[in-house]
């Protein structure tokens, strides 16, 4: 079992900035595969960022050269920093661990 918490969503401007966190607990390793997915009302999931063992990082299109996705293993923390964002940003974040999901954070970027 895993247990994922996540904070940092809001509403921001266009052009703000955001940083989202998820706090892991539970059977966990730091070798897990973890990754952030958003899904806005009327569009599929998307993955948006997966950090894999190594520290190897792969983002959407999308969000590349705006987002940055890091991992804390001695906190078991994952981060997503969201900068220029855009109102097409809009939508629920969920953090993703092995098989688990977080809650889901609501990100709302205004025009």
């Known amino acids: 079992q895993v247990q994922l918490v996540e904070s940092g969503g809001g509403l921001v401007q266009a052009g703000g900035s955001l940083r989202l966190s998820c706090a892991a607990s539970?059977?966990?390793?730091?070798?897990?595969?973890v990754a952030w997915y958003r899904q806005a009302p009327g569009k599929q999931r998307e993955l948006v960022a997966e950090?894999?063992?190594?520290?190897?990082?792969s983002y959407a299109d999308s969000v590349k050269g705006r987002f940055t996705a890091t991992r804390d293993n001695a906190r078991e923390m994952l981060y997503l920093q969201m900068n220029s964002l855009k109102p097409e940003d809009t939508g629920v974040y969920y953090c993703?661990?092995?098989?688990?999901w977080g809650q889901g954070t609501q990100v709302t970027v205004s025009s």
């Open positions: 539970g059977r966990i390793s730091r070798r897990d595969r």
């Open positions: 950090i894999i063992s190594g520290g190897s990082t």
């Open positions: 993703l661990r092995r098989s688990f």
